[in-house]
Nanobody, 120 residues
Framework: QVQLAESGGGSVQPGESLRLSCAAA????????LGWFRQVGNKEREKVAA????????YFLDSVKGRFVVSQDNDKKTLYLQMNSLKVEDTATYYC?????????????WGQGTQVTVSS
């Protein structure tokens, strides 16, 4: 049974940092794509970054390149998103997701989300 549990969200001021964690279980951790997505209200969910087998970190939003760092700890089966120099527009609910991307599958399993609020 696949389980994903995000943590680390909170309220910060612009310019501050947060580190999100996604504890995973129930699938071969190093052989699946693990991604971070974010969503504001009912707007379309955005793909932020992912850790791809045999490739490593991949970033999908120009607005986070240079500020966010995605990493994973294989021993702890945990995916991280280090978010630096946070901006008001980074405010969203952040989700982690997993999918068998090596075999062409889309992200199939999702965590419950963690809220990040950036305001002055």
């Amino acid at each position: 049974q696949v389980q994903l549990a995000e943590s680390g969200g909170g309220s910060v001021q612009p310019g501050e940092s947060l580190r999100l964690s996604c504890a995973a279980a129930g699938f071969p951790f190093t052989r699946y794509c693990l991604g971070w997505f974010r969503q504001v209200g009912n707007k379309e969910r955005e793909k932020v970054a992912a850790y791809v087998p045999f490739t490593g970190p991949t970033y999908f939003l120009d607005s986070v390149k240079g500020r966010f760092v995605v990493s994973q700890d294989n021993d702890k089966k945990t995916l991280y998103l280090q978010m630096n120099s946070l901006k008001v527009e980074d405010t969203a609910t952040y989700y982690c997701a997993v999918g068998d991307c090596v075999h062409g599958q889309d992200y199939e399993y999702w965590g419950q989300g963690t809220q990040v609020t950036v305001s002055s």
